[in-house]
């Protein structure tokens, strides 16, 4: 990652809880109207531990994404911004994999994906 890494872009809101030679893990919080600059995620798993509303942006593609506290759910590598559209905080913790794992990042790509895919 470069100047688009999350940690650069957006050090308000991200910071590296640990990271090793294949993992890097990320906790990210905000409150309600905060938006993101555009960034980077390589592949990556997120962990709600709080329920939150928010829109996602990716070129320009907009999905509104809604989850609840405790869910994991797979983020393929993409660019994108954010906006807390809800009422309430975000608090995520993102597991991103490094290496071959990393894959490429897609200008198309917004939003949590479901295990299946």
Partial sequence: MADDDPITTNPAHYRVLWENDFVRVLEYTDTPGVQTTPHRHPNSVMVTLSAFDRRLAAGDRELDVSLPAGQAVWLPAQRHSGHNTGTTPTH??????????????????????????
């Fill in 92 to 117: 995520t913790i993102f597991v991103e994999l490094k290496g071959d794992a990393a894959g490429q990042p897609s200008e198309t790509v917004v939003g949590p994906e479901s295990a299946s895919s």
